[in-house]
Each structure stands twice: as structure tokens, then as C-alpha cells.
């Protein structure tokens, strides 16, 4: 399985950026396909999962209504569409698998990485 992540870059506060996460090896609509990110000097934290027929998501309180994971079956990829980027959103960005079927937003629950991709948001 692997996972390549784009779509990273410089930008302004208010801002807009869509990530995008290319699957090879898993069919992205038949597992949890997650988002996490990791500021300097902190640690890996959630962002968001989708996963099921019904895609349904989940996303951590701190991107609620800024940010949207999605996928496209046909491509086998996942997005995140990020809107209204904060400074406080600056990370490397990675998205992750899980084969069991119960989600969780625990970065040890994820069995597959990409090598993430850098989000700069400054003025």
C-alpha cells in the first residue's frame, strides 16, 4: 500500500488549499482514509477521516466547518479542501489507512502513512 501526498504551499491567512492523497494497493472506498498533521515541536494530531459506501466523516473541533475531506473512487484519492486557513494550521500535512473498520482518530491506529506534505500559512 502506498500513500502520496500533494498539494502543500505557502499561503496567506484566509486562505484556501486543497490537498490531495493518492492510494495505490487499497481501494480508498473500502477503508478509513484519514488526514493528520504535525506542527513543529508538537504532536501528530487528527484532522479528519472519511470512510464507508456513505462517506461518512468525522472531523477534530478544531477544523469543523473550515475543512472537508472527500474522496474520489474512481481516481482512488482522497482530498482535504481547507478554507480559511489560520497560522495555527501550519503543519505537515499526512494522510493514513486503517484496515480495521472501527474508526478511530489515534495516529497508532493507522497501518499505512504517506510522507506528508508541508502547509505554510503566514502573512
Known amino acids: 500500500v502506498q500513500l502520496q501526498a500533494s498539494g502543500g504551499g505557502l499561503v496567506q491567512p484566509g486562505a484556501s488549499l486543497r490537498l490531495a492523497c493518492a492510494v495505490s494497493?487499497?481501494?480508498?472506498?473500502?477503508?478509513?482514509m484519514a488526514w493528520f498533521r504535525q506542527a513543529p515541536g508538537k504532536e501528530r494530531e487528527f484532522v479528519a477521516h472519511?470512510?464507508?459506501?456513505?462517506?461518512?466523516?468525522n472531523y477534530a473541533d478544531s477544523v469543523k466547518g473550515r475543512f472537508s475531506i472527500s474522496r474520489d473512487n474512481a481516481k482512488n484519492t482522497v482530498y482535504l479542501q481547507m478554507n480559511s486557513l489560520k497560522p495555527e494550521d501550519t503543519a505537515v500535512y499526512y494522510c493514513?489507512?486503517?484496515?480495521?473498520?472501527?474508526?478511530?482518530?489515534?495516529?497508532?491506529?493507522?497501518?499505512?502513512w504517506g510522507q506528508g506534505t508541508l502547509v505554510t500559512v503566514s502573512s
Open positions: 493514513a489507512t486503517r484496515s480495521r473498520i472501527i474508526s478511530t482518530t489515534s495516529p497508532s491506529g493507522y497501518d499505512y
Open positions: 494497493g487499497r481501494t480508498v472506498s473500502s477503508y478509513i
Open positions: 472519511i470512510r464507508g459506501s456513505a462517506m461518512i466523516t
